[in-house]
């Protein structure tokens, strides 16, 4: 699928923690032979790192300086699109509950984001992408061709959150991941640098009832309108 000028779309996703946003971006990506880039990857990496090198996000110039260290990658295994640290695949690690409990604080600082957006930029190449995250369509593509920004119930979501925890037999308890949901919201939603919010052009998705098949449809059914304009 290209726009009108024949050129291959940058399709922005953004929404809350858990409501199906990276699922929904892999398939559509797949759906339209586009790349995919799960930008939350990327701030959970960032502070796996911090975190196995004790580095203390209080204090500007060991941020700056651990950032200098960071090289992340994503390659597709098997089907599979996986994150890598500084050459090791991380995965499995950047999905624990250690990772989520800091990734947000993490995530609101400046340094931070200005390293990884300018990263997420130079991932929009020739081909079609898309991107899934909590600022794409706001400030890392704030002229996407399709602006998707979804939400659902929290408790709906956590409890997808920890069906997925379980099935990856990772450790969870669901008042804990309902509390660690409640927690990113508020820290996403309320920085003070790029918060997660809907970009004035971007279509809202409420998919607390919705089936991943139905999510996808509506999509896939939305872009082509957007498209066909
Ligand atoms: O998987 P989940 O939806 O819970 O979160 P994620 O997409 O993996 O993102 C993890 C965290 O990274 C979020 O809670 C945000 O704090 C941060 N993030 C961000 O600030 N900006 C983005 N573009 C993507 C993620």
Same mark, same amino acid.
């Given at each position: 699928m290209v726009s009108k000028h024949n050129k291959p779309l940058t399709i922005a996703i953004d929404g809350f923690s858990s409501c199906g946003k990276s699922t929904l971006a892999k398939q559509i990506a797949k759906e339209l032979g586009y790349i995919f880039v799960d930008s939350g990857a990327m701030y959970r990496a960032v502070t796996l790192y911090f975190l196995e090198h004790s580095i203390? @996000?209080?204090d500007p110039v060991e941020v700056q300086d651990a950032l200098e260290h960071i090289e992340i990658r994503f390659e597709n295994q098997d089907g599979i699109n996986t994150t890598f640290l500084n050459g090791k695949n991380v995965e499995a690690e950047i999905r624990s509950l250690a990772v989520s409990s800091l990734v947000s604080e993490v995530a609101a600082l400046p340094a931070v984001r200005k390293k990884l957006v300018a990263l997420q930029r130079l991932m929009k190449g020739r081909e079609g992408l898309v991107m899934d995250g909590r600022? @794409?369509? &706001?400030?890392?593509?704030? *002229?996407? *061709?399709v602006k998707i920004f979804i939400t659902a119930d929290p408790i709906v979501r956590a409890q997808r959150r920890y069906n997925e925890l379980l099935a990856k037999k990772q450790n969870a308890d669901l008042h804990e991941v309902i509390s660690n949901l409640a927690h990113r919201d508020k820290i996403d939603t309320e920085?003070?640098?790029?918060?997660l919010r809907q970009a004035d052009d971007a279509w809202l998705l409420?998919? &607390?009832?919705?089936?991943i098949s139905e999510q996808f449809d509506a999509v896939l059914g939305k872009i082509s309108e957007i498209i066909g304009k």
């Amino acid at each position: 699928m290209v726009s009108k000028h024949n050129k291959p779309l940058t399709i922005a996703i953004d929404g809350f923690s858990s409501c199906g946003k990276s699922t929904l971006a892999k398939q559509i990506a797949k759906e339209l032979g586009y790349i995919f880039v799960d930008s939350g990857a990327m701030y959970r990496a960032v502070t796996l790192y911090f975190l196995e090198h004790s580095i203390k @996000i209080e204090d500007p110039v060991e941020v700056q300086d651990a950032l200098e260290h960071i090289e992340i990658r994503f390659e597709n295994q098997d089907g599979i699109n996986t994150t890598f640290l500084n050459g090791k695949n991380v995965e499995a690690e950047i999905r624990s509950l250690a990772v989520s409990s800091l990734v947000s604080e993490v995530a609101a600082l400046p340094a931070v984001r200005k390293k990884l957006v300018a990263l997420q930029r130079l991932m929009k190449g020739r081909e079609g992408l898309v991107m899934d995250g909590r600022d @794409i369509g &706001t400030v890392v593509f704030p *002229d996407a *061709d399709v602006k998707i920004f979804i939400t659902a119930d929290p408790i709906v979501r956590a409890q997808r959150r920890y069906n997925e925890l379980l099935a990856k037999k990772q450790n969870a308890d669901l008042h804990e991941v309902i509390s660690n949901l409640a927690h990113r919201d508020k820290i996403d939603t309320e920085r003070k640098d790029s918060p997660l919010r809907q970009a004035d052009d971007a279509w809202l998705l409420d998919n &607390t009832h919705l089936t991943i098949s139905e999510q996808f449809d509506a999509v896939l059914g939305k872009i082509s309108e957007i498209i066909g304009k």
